[in-house]
């Protein structure tokens, strides 16, 4: 069987692409050494121009890297409501990668991460349950079914915010 090699990326609007927790493996992907500090779109600008500076993410899923493919090792994170991580989804099925790597996908409206602390008022992407009932964004504009997300089976995370603050 080939090994398909792709580069993983992420984008500061998505959610990363984490690797099941082993002793003797990270948990998430590292951002090279040459990624710089974070730029606006008018520091990318040449002379009028939009120049894109070169991402800083240039780890590979491949045999002989750091990180091996591997069945079950992989988890991506996505809410629909990214166009990035959409793109990651068809990446992952076109790649014919959907039965290596585990997919969780988040409610599409924000909630509060911290529902039972007033003073806390952090709002983000929930894992919920297709069974749940819809849920009213944080701005309080309609009211949103749950019948496309698939909770976090790996880490049993209830928000995005779990997983950073793990």
Request: with cysteine; charged share 20%.
């Amino acid at each position: 069987m080939q090994a398909t090699c792709f580069p993983v990326r992420t984008f500061s609007a998505c959610l990363p692409l984490f690797l099941k927790s082993t002793p003797s493996r990270p948990r998430k992907l590292t951002v090279s050494a040459t990624m710089g500090p974070a730029r606006t779109a008018v520091e990318e600008v040449d002379k009028g121009a939009f120049v894109r500076t070169a991402a800083g993410f240039r780890n590979q899923v491949a045999p002989g890297t750091q990180f091996e493919p591997e069945a079950g090792r992989y988890h991506l994170y996505i809410s629909y409501a990214c166009p990035w991580a959409c793109r990651a989804l068809a990446a992952l099925h076109l790649k014919g990668l959907q039965d290596v790597i585990g997919v969780s996908v988040t409610h599409p409206t924000w909630q509060r991460t911290r529902p039972d602390s007033p003073d806390d008022k952090h709002t983000g992407w929930a894992f919920v349950s297709p069974d749940d009932p819809p849920l009213t964004s944080s701005t309080s504009h309609g009211s949103f079914s749950c019948a496309d997300c698939v909770p976090d089976t790996v880490n049993g995370a209830r928000f995005v915010r779990d997983l950073y603050d793990k």
